[in-house]
């Protein structure tokens, strides 16, 4: 998405096919849909997970590169974030962005008047249930997020029908990763050089897990020179 403030000028979605190979042509094709060009950019944003590590690992790599070559900031925002962003203005409500992570478990956080109130984690779907059941308050339940509906139903068997609303939005948007990138920049906006730009992982890949390797401490080789 290309934003100017926090209005947006152009949206694309993806239309299958890999990552790797559609990124930056839809990168190409947002900015001549808009009329605009990288010069017209001030302010580079991404979401840095959790998701798919190699999605992740290219959209970071490539807004990193972009804002860096330009003398741009960058600044990144998390998966559960940006679902979580919509909501920021329900008060009184857990708003609780959950992606599915397989396995009957998903990334979750939870936020309470735009605020988080628990930190993103990894977990089974009981264990945020639990949580979420002690919280204190008995304040309503909002699940935002691809695994909003079946969290949402498993949520009522433990904490009542009645503290669970119903599922706000299921999928992602750029447009809101770009608005709350534009607010958080503009609460330190000598914060976020693009080498400070990282993927935030709540797991291990396919291929960690397969071969018993944690790069969970990797970091990227210094863009200074």
């Keep these: 998405a290309l934003l100017d403030d926090d209005c947006p000028l152009a949206v694309l979605s ?7 190979a ?9 900015l001549a849909d808009a009329g605009a ?14 998701g798919s590590c190699t999605g992740i690992r290219i959209g970071v790599a490539t807004v990193q590169g972009m804002a860096y070559a330009s003398g741009r900031p960058a600044v990144g925002v998390t998966s559960l974030e ?3 962003w919509p909501l920021s203005d329900r008060t009184g409500e857990l708003v609780c962005p959950v992606i599915d992570a397989r396995n009957d478990r998903v990334y979750a956080q ?8 628990l930190a993103p984690a990894a977990l089974s779907a009981d264990a945020l249930v639990e949580s979420l059941a002690t919280l204190p308050g008995e304040r309503p339940v909002v699940f935002c997020g691809d695994a909003a509906d079946w969290m949402g139903e498993r949520a009522a068997l433990r904490m009542g029908a009645d503290r669970i609303g119903p599922p706000a939005h299921r999928e992602r948007s750029a447009v809101w990763i770009g608005q709350a990138a534009l607010v958080r920049y503009r609460t330190d906006p000598d914060g976020f050089a693009p080498q400070t730009l990282l993927p935030f992982y709540l797991g291990r890949s396919q ?3 397969m071969r018993g390797i944690d790069a969970s401490a990797w970091q990227p080789p210094s863009l200074d020179r």
């Design 82 to 84: 940006s679902l979580a």
């Design 14 to 20: 993806e239309e299958g096919g890999a990552h790797s």
């Design 207 to 209: 291929a960690e897990r």
């Design 22 to 30: 559609t990124f930056l042509p839809m990168i190409l094709r947002l």
């Design 110 to 117: 939870v936020f309470l008047d735009g605020a988080p109130v």
């Design 37 to 50: 060009g990288f010069s017209d950019i001030g302010l580079y944003a991404c979401a840095t997970g959790p």
